[in-house]
């Protein structure tokens, strides 16, 4: 039997331990049309010089390609070969799946127990590291806490042992959520039955 090392056997290494090229990757997968070296380090996060360095990186590899287009030119995935085709593009399309898994389960597990659900925190802004928790503010709806408290713990459970996601919450009464400040304050919110029109001012930092 031949044995094959370096690229050959460890192909994703040339990729995954670069993060700007997983960046650049990410964005170009979830872009709709082909796009600038600027407009892709802007939807990537990073600097032009470090998506044009993952750029060519990439293109070495074969998995993006440069279309002319006026003088700065127009960047796309390169679908073709191997790599992006059965690897790449099936693990970025799971990846965009993540976010929308996470907010279904918390929507199904206090359907009927809550009349309002909050993301706050870091989870809220977009800063959610690994291993910190994913906070909500939960509204206790018509069945009072009890079944509510139960349900959030069913929760806290799933999201640790299907995403290793910590779980906080913060169980409001109705009386406490008419006082509160009005919606548009959050950064991010989850309807459960109907879209709430009530938040509790300091329970995160949502300015």
């Known amino acids: 039997m031949i044995y094959l090392k370096g690229h050959l056997s460890r192909p994703l290494d040339a990729v995954l331990t670069a993060p700007s090229r997983l960046a650049v990757l990410r964005a170009l997968s979830r872009a709709k049309s082909p796009l600038s070296g600027r407009a892709l380090a ?4 990073i ?8 750029l060519a990186g990439l293109a070495r590899l074969g998995l993006v ?3 002319p287009a006026g003088r700065s030119g127009q960047w796309r995935l390169d679908r073709r070969g191997w790599l992006m085709s059965e690897l790449l593009l099936p693990l970025l399309e ?3 799946e993540h976010a929308g898994a996470v907010v279904d389960a918390v929507r199904k597990g206090v359907r009927g127990k809550a009349a309002a659900v909050f993301v706050a925190g870091a989870a809220a802004k977009g800063r959610l590291e690994p291993g910190r928790p994913v906070e909500l503010v939960v509204v206790e709806g018509a069945l009072g806490r009890r079944p ?3 349900a959030l713990r069913d929760l806290g ?3 640790g042992e299907q995403w290793s996601l910590p779980l906080e919450a ?7 959520a008419a006082r509160a400040a009005a919606v548009e304050d959050l950064w991010e919110l989850l309807p459960v039955e109907g879209p709430p029109s009530y938040f509790a001012t300091g329970t995160t930092d949502h300015r």
């Open 148 to 150: 509510l408290s139960e």
């Open 65 to 67: 390609e440069r279309r």
């Open 94 to 96: 799971r990846e965009a």
């Open 157 to 159: 459970a799933r999201l």
């Open 170 to 176: 913060r169980v409001l009464s109705r009386r406490d």
């Open 47 to 54: 600097n032009h010089q470090g998506a044009a360095v993952a």
């Open 42 to 45: 802007r939807l990537a996060g």
